[in-house]
Each structure stands twice: as C-alpha cells, then as structure tokens.
C-alpha cells in the first residue's frame, strides 16, 4: 500500500542555520502531498502542500517540490528560528480515496540560539 | 472563528471503564477522522467518517467505537477492550475530496 518515509530524527540546529527534511513516499497513482508541523502539545497544523508533480509549495520560509520522478517532497527553509522547534509529517492522500491520508512517523526538530 | 473543538484536554480513567472523546467542529467539513499518537511516534488512523450515519475503520480500530449522527460531532469511545488506552488523541476534519486536515488540539487520555 501507499506509504511515507521520513529521516530519522531527532534534528538539532543552531538558530540560522539552513534546514532539510527528507520525505519520500509511495504510491501508485498521484497522490497530493503535504507537510504538518506539531508544536508541544498541540494539534497538526498544515504548513503547506503540491497538489502535482513539480509544484512547489510554501509558507513562512519553508519550501518543498514535489518531485514524481525521485518520489519525494523534502521539505527546506533557508534559515531556521527557535520558534521553527516542532515536530514535522510529511503526508500524501492517496488518489483512489482522497479523504483518507498517510502520515509519515514525524521528524523533531530543535533550533538551539 | 471557525475550528475544531475536542474535550476534555486531559482525561484520566481507571482500567475497565469506557470513555467517550468529544470532537465538535464548525468548518461545515464532510470527513471527519480520529487518530492516536503514541509518544515519539506518527499518527495511526483509528476510524473516519466521510459522511453522516457512515463511517469506516482505519488501521487500529480495535477496542474504539465512533458515531456519527451530526455532520459537527464525531465522538469517539475508547472501550475496556482496548489494551493499551493512554495515548494522545487527535481529531480532524476536511472538506471530501482531497483537501488538507484541519486538527483539534487533542486530548491525552491516562488509563491507570
């Protein structure tokens, strides 16, 4: 079935620094892909998502491309803050039943000052 | 403002006993999901609703009960059958058809 991988985690960075999460998924079709981050404590928020192959999302600094043929959607942000500390998903919905989504296992980040 | 509510933010309850998880929400979403988070781990789907009166279990349904009468409610029961309850427990919602998921802010149940 349709599946997530992420990078083990967890991340330490010191604050500025440049940030990579890797995800990579499988799927038979062509999924929708997305990144949530969770703070401590709380929900999943969406932090942005590619509906189709070699879109790029993004939002507050963080970017990702899907890309179809290495099946993947790396997440990046060019310089990363004390409040960017969360634990981040990377997520797919399958195409043959778009209501249901996969969450990879979550990647925790912490930015040091 | 428009979210998803879910009560209580912490619950706790002695093994044995079935307890009821509120999930509200007033995005006029169709689907509506449960998951648990274990700590240190991902999200596993426990049951989703993608219309009112249906619903379908996902990857750890065992022990969980859910209902949907309302297009707003989801609540989820976590029966004496399941053997291990603690655990954080996330519900969502999200207009059908592939949309992102809007989460509550979870509730952490402590079965002793």
């Known amino acids: 079935g349709d599946s997530v991988t992420q990078m083990e985690g967890p991340v330490t960075l010191s604050e500025e620094a440049f940030l990579t999460i890797n995800c990579t998924y499988t799927?038979?079709?062509?999924?929708?892909l997305f990144w949530y981050v969770q703070y401590p404590g709380e929900g999943l928020q969406l932090l942005l998502k590619a509906t189709k192959a070699d879109d790029k999302g993004s939002n507050k600094g963080f970017e990702a491309t899907y890309r179809k043929e290495t099946t993947s959607f790396h997440l990046e942000k060019g310089s990363v803050q004390v409040s960017d500390s969360a634990v981040y998903f990377c997520?797919?919905?399958?195409?043959?039943?778009?209501?249901?989504?996969?969450f990879g296992p979550g990647t925790s980040l912490s930015v040091i000052p | 403002d428009g979210g998803i509510t879910q009560s209580p933010k912490y619950l706790f309850r002695k093994e044995g006993q079935n307890v009821t998880l509120s999930c509200e929400q007033n995005?006029?979403?169709?689907?509506m999901y449960w998951y648990r988070q274990d700590p240190g781990q991902g999200l596993r789907l426990i049951y989703y609703?993608?219309?009112?009166?249906?619903?379908q279990k996902g990857d750890i349904a065992e022990g969980y009960s859910v209902s949907r009468e309302k297009k707003e409610s989801f609540p989820l029961t976590v029966t004496s059958a399941q053997k291990n309850p603690t655990a954080f427990y996330l519900c969502a919602s999200s207009r059908a058809g592939g949309w992102e998921q809007y989460f509550g802010p979870g509730t952490r149940l402590t079965v002793t």
């Open positions: 995005l006029n979403h169709d689907a």
């Open positions: 799927a038979t079709g062509y999924p929708s």
């Open positions: 997520a797919l919905s399958e195409e043959t039943s778009y209501d249901k989504v996969i």
């Open positions: 609703s993608q219309i009112v009166n249906d619903f």
